[in-house]
């Protein structure tokens, strides 16, 4: 078994996300554009940025984001991005990403973890739901991005 050390991530890992990201959405995201929205994200209370390393290679990432939602009643937390460079998928990397989420969510009265994963992602969907993850909604995604700039 590999040994994978996780970590926070932190501002010096900003070129390393940047690839990963890209490398997620299958785009490339401008560097300069992204950076303040990565110093925001990782200095978020209320969000945790991890990264797994091995033998100080960075090989994934995972972002999730909580925030308090009524019709929950609570901390709800949702996975945004998960990340594994192609030569270490089916190594339990994500898994071990995704759990070290799970631990740190202890403590911090959070009431449930959610993930959305794309249609196309099947393998993904499957991952999650051998962790323990059911099926229970749908996800509908307007385009805003225009109006963003």
Not at 44 to 69: F, M, T, W
Not at 73 to 81: F, P, R
Not at 91 to 114: D, F, P, R, T, Y
Request: glycine fraction near 6%; hydrophobic fraction near 40%.
């Amino acid at each position: 078994m590999l040994d994978v050390q996780i970590r926070k991530v932190a501002l010096a890992d900003f070129d390393t996300i940047h690839r990963f990201v890209c490398g997620l959405e299958e785009e490339e995201f401008d560097k300069a554009t992204l950076l303040p929205l990565f110093e925001s994200c990782i200095e978020a209370d209320n969000h945790i940025y991890l990264i797994a390393e091995i033998g100080g290679k960075a090989v994934g990432y995972i972002s999730c984001h909580g925030q308090i939602l009524l019709h929950h009643c609570g901390w709800v937390y949702e996975i945004q991005e998960l990340f594994v460079l192609t030569e270490y998928r089916s190594q339990k990397i994500g898994a071990s990403l995704v759990m070290a989420v799970e631990n740190a969510l202890n403590g911090k009265n959070c009431v449930s973890l959610e993930v959305a994963s794309n249609r196309r992602r099947e393998k993904a969907h499957a991952f999650y739901e051998a962790l323990g993850y059911s099926r229970t909604s749908y996800k509908f995604t307007k385009d805003f991005s225009q109006n963003a700039k």
